[in-house]
């Protein structure tokens, strides 16, 4: 086989004779010289003439960088948005309570506040440092807004959130026709249109506009929201604080309730409650302030009847983490709460 420098020369004496670089192609490869051959030779010819280096296409390496950083911002997206607007429809239903739902389905307000207020606090600040991260590199390489992965999981996202907004309005309008129209369904309906509309004009946006910048309107818009709900958690859930109190009432409403099923599976009134454990009724531990440590208050009242008592942190409420275990009948206000119960009964 000729040296590589044989090709080249032939293509420089035959471009100075006007020969073109297809009629050079097809020769070469007539002749069995390889096409990479002929082609990188080519491109040596321009290199040398030009004085700029072929540019080089995207390995797939780098494509799918790309893919996973646009997959990982669509995803983080994905998160933080379904958690704001789950935020939202938490608190329009705490704000907007519904006499026909049942009780027990606000019970559990504050994990769910906080579950919403967790996924916010991890999703979007990556979807913000990836974003800049693609910004970034759009910005060093303009060419890449035209990458066939960034727009065809832009497209998916329009897609998505054009889905969700056709089905918020058949939703809407199914309400209407059925004169279900409440505030809490109009003002759900538009945490919907709102939050996906919104997504979907930023992504529509960024295929337009040929500028490398974050969207300025939705990022502050974003970024208010999710502060929003933020300051609004707190205000509906509770500081981390003030749910830590909340959980030690909780357990130790769960703790009275044990030691009042182990004195009513007896039938009788103990004398202490050191007897119950010797029983081997109860442990130790079990009668005993999960929190301080301390053994409860129990005094007995004569008869079947007798007192248990604990000192709480804060006053229960009506939706309360306790009432998954407990009834109304431990309700308690803040500081040292009496129980009055019978041997025989169940507490109510």
Known sequence: MPPVSELQEFI??????????????ALLIRRGWPEDAVYSALGDYWTAVTGVAVPQRKSSAESAREAFLYLLAFSTLCCWATALGSAMF???????????????????????????????????????????????????????????????????????????????????????????????????????????GAIFVYYLRSLRARATGMNLPFAVGSGLAVTAVFLIGFGVAGTPAENRLQQGDATRVRALEQLEQAIRATATVPASLAQLVQQGRIRDAQTRDPVTGRQ????????????????????????????????????????????????TKLAR
């Open 90 to 196: 938490t608190f329009i239903d705490h704000w907007f309570p519904d006499p026909v739902v049942q009780p027990s389905y606000y019970q559990n307000i504050r994990s769910s506040v906080t579950w919403q207020m967790a996924t916010l606090a991890v999703a979007f600040p990556i979807f913000l440092l990836v974003m800049r991260a693609i910004l970034k590199e759009n910005a060093a390489n303009p060419e890449q807004l035209q990458s066939g992965v960034r727009r065809w999981l832009t497209y998916i996202a329009l897609l998505l959130t054009a889905g969700a907004m056709i089905s918020d309005l058949i939703w809407f309008l199914e309400a209407l026709l059925n004169g279900e129209i409440t505030v809490r369904f109009v003002l759900k309906s538009l945490v919907v249109m709102i939050i996906c």
């Open 12 to 25: 420089h004496a035959s471009k100075n004779k006007g020969a073109s670089d297809e009629f050079l192609a």
């Open 296 to 343: 409860f208050e129990f005094r007995s009242l004569g008869g079947d009847g007798y007192q248990l008592c604990a000192t709480f942190s804060r006053a229960s409420e009506a939706e309360g983490p306790y009432e998954v275990y407990g009834s109304a009948f431990w309700h308690h206000g803040p500081g040292r709460t009496c129980y009055a119960l019978d041997a």
